[in-house]
């Protein structure tokens, strides 16, 4: 009996625990996920119902340019970690000022849109349920994108003063897992409000 379970042990190999900080971070994200789905219904459930316009047809545009550059950064931040796991600390910088650069190019282009609903078109929270809804969604969204951006600014300063090595590249992992996700909402976000409520 015993040779069998040695034998067995010896197939399958010593078992490891997983990374705390992933599976952390996983939880969080499972969480996160709860809270944008009832948004997203919400703004599914109230499509058309406003009893005053404006309406999504007569003011939003599809933020393209602003949609590549977020998803984009999830392929800059995946070779920023792939890089930063070699000790390539060089390249792993660029990308990560990369992966900022496009994330702070989302969040510019939705201050900018969130500027021209308001100041042109009279778009408040207020206004509608289609602004209520509108502003709810996305705002939650850029709330996201904008604590992603502080976690890998302070991963990039730290890089630059030389404090970042190999021996961090599981902790750039557990954000760049908080980093996809944003990207993975975008995503739905961007096909529920732009696409379908249009």
């Known amino acids: 009996m015993s040779t069998a379970v040695a034998l067995a042990h010896e197939q399958i190999g010593e078992w490891k625990q997983p990374s705390r900080g992933i599976v952390g971070m996983a939880c969080l994200v499972i969480a996160e996920s709860a809270i944008f789905i009832i948004f997203v219904v919400a703004y599914l459930f109230y499509i058309g119902k406003s009893l005053r316009g404006p309406t999504p047809r007569e003011v939003l545009e599809i933020p393209w340019f602003a949609s590549i550059c977020l998803l984009s950064s999830s392929?800059?931040?995946?070779?920023?970690?792939?890089?930063?796991?070699?000790?390539?600390?060089?390249?792993?910088?660029?990308?990560l000022a990369a992966t900022v650069l496009l994330g702070g190019i989302f969040l510019a282009a939705t201050a900018m849109e969130w500027y021209d609903l308001i100041y042109h078109y009279g778009l408040t929270i207020r206004t509608n349920l289609f602004g209520t809804t509108f502003y709810s969604l996305v705002g939650l969204h850029a709330s996201h994108v904008i604590v992603g951006l502080i976690m890998l600014g302070l991963a990039l300063v730290f890089a630059f003063f030389g404090k970042v090595n190999a021996h961090h590249a599981e902790r750039l992992e557990v954000v760049s897992i908080y980093w996809h996700f944003v990207d993975a909402v975008w995503v739905v976000v961007f096909t529920v409000v732009y696409i379908i409520g249009r």
Not at 75 to 94: E, K, M, N, Q, Y
């Open 75 to 95: 392929i800059t931040v995946h070779f920023a970690v792939h890089d930063l796991r070699h000790s390539r600390i060089g390249r792993f910088i660029t990308w």
